[in-house]
């Protein structure tokens, strides 16, 4: 089947976060006409397979308590085996309603108020408000941009561990938002340290299907058994399959003793089971929806090769250089705006939501994030808004 990813489909007038008007200007200063390419989530229609799964779920009329079957456990099984080349027991999949309260619930589990937690700036910023509204504090290993490229600073990394009797370390990989697909290499030399300092390692690898073919995504599921016993793995069909709305997540952890005491606090708050809606997108996503992400991720790497090319004619000055894995562009814009506020120019000049680069973090300043994850018209509009509004 070939899937339309030019279509135009209106989301303003339903409940989407993205596009809803009334939800957006509470946070771009009251501004309500702005085009939105901000909230991580993809402008397309789901698979049909996927759609049709959860028409029989209407069809069939009855919506009540739901448990999850070996069909369910074998299709992430089978997914993470053939796409990621990583085995995965059944055992250690636990649902969980998010990756963030995920995040949020292994904080609660495996620390106490006031404990020290690693991220590296820029990062996604609910680390540091799940972090912090845990009543944990934040210290960070900020990644090394080398004109747009970042790496890590490792001998910071374990500084930091060291000297701040850190507890818990948030990954992300692929890294929202430099875009980044951290090496085996890189995994292993933070994977080392943290074993050697008894750091638990929080790994979120929601975009982790959402690679671009000159790239191979290496799970911290894929290295030695060894990094097993401090680790979490957040994932979930929701950026694979643009399934956000369903709130599901695939929480994996292999160490038994880990894995009983998060289930614990999940308990204490009645987390169980997916939604009927949630275990149908599990299993017809992994097992019939490879197709549309194939031909989803092609016309991701098509956008994101735009934006080059279109940077490249009309704001030479802007720096970017294209993700290795997910659909958000980082992308400098110091130089091109110079003394123009930055708020100021995207909401009432280009009019434009997108994420500004400080809220991942001091070092994001200058920057914006930018979600290419829609129709190229859409992707063409925002960016000739942008340099309308400059000239």
Request: glycine share 4%; charged share 25%; aromatic share 12%.
């Amino acid at each position: 089947m070939k899937y339309n990813f030019d279509e135009v489909i209106d989301r303003a007038s339903t409940n989407s976060k993205k596009w809803n008007s009334e939800i957006y200007k509470t946070i771009y200063n009251g501004n309500s006409d702005l085009l939105p390419l901000w909230v991580a989530d993809m402008d397309f229609k789901v698979a049909q397979p996927i759609l049709d799964s959860m028409s029989k779920i209407i069809e069939h009329g009855v919506l009540g308590y739901t448990s999850v079957d070996e069909e369910y456990y074998n299709a992430i099984i089978n997914w993470n085996k053939k796409r990621k080349n990583i085995n995965i027991d059944k055992d250690w999949i636990v649902f969980t309603n998010g990756v963030v309260p995920a995040i949020s619930f292994v904080i609660q589990t495996f620390s106490q108020k006031e404990d020290n937690i690693l991220i590296q700036t820029p990062v996604y910023h609910p680390f540091r408000m799940t972090t912090e509204n845990n009543g944990r504090k934040v210290i960070t290993n900020p990644l090394v941009n080398n004109e747009g490229y970042y790496t890590i600073d490792f001998q910071d990394f374990e500084k930091k561990i060291i000297e701040n009797k850190i507890k818990i370390f948030i990954l992300c990989n692929p890294h929202n938002p430099v875009g980044r697909v951290w090496t085996k290499d890189e995994l292993t030399k933070m994977g080392d340290i943290c074993l050697k300092h008894n750091v638990l390692v929080i790994s979120d690898e929601i975009h982790s299907d959402l690679i671009f073919k000159e790239n191979t995504h290496c799970s911290f599921l894929s290295l030695d058994r060894k990094y097993f016993s401090n680790l979490v793995v957040c994932t979930a069909p929701s950026k694979t399959f643009n399934l956000a709305g369903v709130q599901i997540s695939l929480i994996l952890i292999p160490n038994k003793e880990v894995r009983e005491a998060y289930q614990k606090t999940l308990g204490n708050v009645r987390i169980e089971t997916p939604n009927s809606f949630g275990i149908a997108a599990v299993k017809s996503g992994y097992t019939q929806g490879e197709e549309w992400l194939e031909q989803v991720i092609e016309y991701l790497d098509g956008n994101r090769k735009f934006i080059e090319n279109f940077l490249k004619e009309k704001l030479p000055k802007a720096k970017y250089i294209k993700p290795e894995g997910t659909y958000l562009a980082w992308i400098y814009l110091e130089d091109v705006l110079k003394d123009k506020k930055i708020e100021k120019f995207f909401e009432e000049e280009a009019k434009v939501a997108i994420d500004y680069g400080y809220w991942f973090g001091e070092e994001g300043r200058g920057y914006i994030r930018l979600n290419f994850a829609c129709p190229r018209s859409i992707l063409e509009e925002a960016l000739n808004r942008i340099v309308n509004a400059l000239e």
